[in-house]
């Protein structure tokens, strides 16, 4: 089983990973892959859970002037928890292999997650700001964010 967790990630991951620049757009970011990954992990029969975290762009590796395009510097950025042997493994599926950052899963135990958090949130918590997640409700404002970071990305993939 542990082959076929590693293999579900990597297809997951490798998705390119892309965020939507209009409501017709369909995007592959964290929100889409991590979600995309815990339905994966729950149809092989594994108890798993999406858990949010809260964080800042301001703290992410990002150039200044990028960051002062976001339309708000407080965010969430989600991850899998998938319970494996009794114990909740964190698990993201963020960046695909183009990023020199991207995560590597050994199928058994934590991978880092992909951004520079505040804090995580509790289970209670992160189910109700997954039901809230909508990038295209945001407003226009963050789908040309989201085409500033797509643009930002290509430049620094390998």
């Not at 889409?32 to 590796?61: C, H, M, P």
């Not at 599926?93 to 058994?108: I, M, P, Q, R, V």
């Amino acid at each position: 089983m542990k082959e076929i967790r590693i293999k579900v990630f990597e297809k997951i991951r490798d998705i390119p990973y892309h965020i939507s620049e209009s409501v017709e757009d369909q995007g592959f970011r964290c929100w889409d892959k991590n979600r995309l990954l815990l339905n994966e992990f729950k149809k092989l029969g594994y108890e798993a859970r999406l858990i949010v975290t809260k964080f800042s762009w301001d703290k992410q590796s990002l150039p200044k002037d990028l960051v002062l395009q976001a339309p708000a510097n407080h965010d969430v950025h989600p991850f899998v928890e998938i319970k494996i042997k009794g114990e909740w493994i964190r698990v993201d599926a963020t960046l695909d292999k183009g990023f020199s950052n991207f995560n590597k899963w050994d199928g058994e135990t934590d991978t880092s997650i992909s951004i520079n958090y505040d804090l995580i949130c509790t289970p209670e918590e992160s189910m109700e700001l997954n039901k809230k997640e909508d990038w295209s409700s945001k407003g226009e404002e963050w789908f040309v964010f989201g085409k500033k970071l797509n643009e930002f990305f290509k430049k620094i993939k390998n």
